[in-house]
């Protein structure tokens, strides 16, 4: 079955305390991306990644890291966290003419 | 860039009735699909309907369908036969076709609270 796998589901931490979000597809997908949904304001995109080792920004990257070490793997990485990030976060992995999103990722930084 | 408007922040229907979400998109490409993402409590992004933009005649995927005008840059939804289990956000996005090495992304509008009613 063709799947995005993202973890955790919910996350709460504090400022600054380093985190990752971990996303996973088995679809031998080049192509994948981080997208963070906020009230008003539609998913936008975080970072991307077009195949291993290679990585760019998205419309909103500040405060995110990303790494593409593996194929089918693409965590989102906050170093150092602050409230502005709590949001909730997709991880998507496409197809030429489709994309498929991970469960959604519900992070709240205090 | 592209950019994706859905000028209705939420709308109510009753049951069995049939509503229409609006969206417009504007973008200077040629080759692109169109979709509409349901977006239930759960938080799950499901796939409603895609429009190939190459396409003249409108998707449909049983109970909804879509309105494509290409020419006027409009996208709408359209749900027959409403029923509660439609309640949700929806999303309308965009995105250039995009193939091997090449990047693209989906642009989203700001989303559409659908709630049916009894």
């Known amino acids: 079955e063709a799947q995005v796998t993202q973890n955790p589901r919910y996350l709460i931490t504090v400022t600054g305390k380093k985190l990752t979000v971990t996303c996973s597809q088995n679809m031998n997908h080049e192509y994948m991306s981080w997208y963070r949904q906020d009230p008003g304001l539609g998913l936008r995109q975080i970072y991307y990644s077009m195949n291993v080792e290679v990585t760019d920004k998205g419309d909103v990257p500040e405060g995110y890291k990303v790494s593409r070490k593996e194929k089918r793997n693409f965590p989102l990485i906050l170093e150092s966290p602050s409230p502005n990030q709590t949001s909730l976060y997709f991880c998507a992995s496409y197809a030429s003419s489709e994309a498929f999103f991970g469960q959604g990722t519900r992070l709240t930084v205090v | 860039a592209q950019t994706v408007t859905q000028s209705q922040p939420e709308m109510s229907v009753q049951e069995a009735e049939t509503v229409t979400l609006s969206c417009t998109y504007d973008t200077s490409e040629n080759n692109y699909y169109l979709f509409w993402y349901k977006q239930p409590p759960s938080r799950q992004m499901i796939l409603v309907i895609r429009q190939e933009a190459y396409k003249q005649q409108n998707a449909t995927e049983n109970r909804f369908s879509v309105n494509f005008q290409k020419a006027a840059k409009s996208f709408s939804l359209k749900i027959s036969d409403s029923q509660l289990g439609d309640t949700a956000m929806y999303f309308c996005?965009?995105?250039?076709?995009?193939?091997?090495?090449?990047?693209?992304?989906?642009?989203f509008g700001t989303g559409t609270r659908l709630q049916v009613t009894l």
């Open positions: 996005a965009f995105m250039k076709q995009f193939y091997s090495g090449t990047a693209s992304k989906l642009t």
